[in-house]
């Protein structure tokens, strides 16, 4: 009995080791596709960024409207200056995995807090979900 134990805590730790490694690869790779987002915010390509984004989050808003959206965020709040990741949290699940980020930003005229949900298919990761809260975003 206390092999067959200590068989299912060797199993369990490589499991978990295991995810831990898969986790950090992707938040890591959550964050490459944030600095994406923002140098497209930047570079006012609004149209590339609802296209790339996950078909759930196309389904859930229409085109024009996220784009206007987008501008007025680039509008009220200019380029981005500087984005801090804050927390993170991954959802591996046998529908599909998520993960979700949540950062402080400095934009030219004003902080704001972001959060995104990226969609995890493969390699592949895909904007499911954008909110963002600023101040400068209402008295602007």
Known sequence: MNRARALSAW??????????????AD????????????????????STIYKEADPRLREASKQPDFVAFLEAVHRKLGKVQEAKQETFFVN???SGS???????????GG?????F????????????????NSNALITR
């Open 11 to 24: 199993i369990l730790s490589l499991a978990l080791c295991a995810a831990g490694c898969s986790m950090k």
């Open 27 to 46: 938040v890591a790779k959550a964050g490459a596709q944030v600095s994406h987002f923002h140098a497209q915010l930047d570079g006012q390509d609004y």
């Open 92 to 94: 591996y699940n046998t």
């Open 98 to 108: 998520t993960v979700r980020v949540v950062y402080a930003t400095r934009f030219t």
């Open 111 to 115: 902080d704001a807090r972001e959060e």
């Open 117 to 132: 949900v990226w969609a995890k298919s493969g390699d592949s990761r895909q904007l499911l979900n954008y909110q963002i």
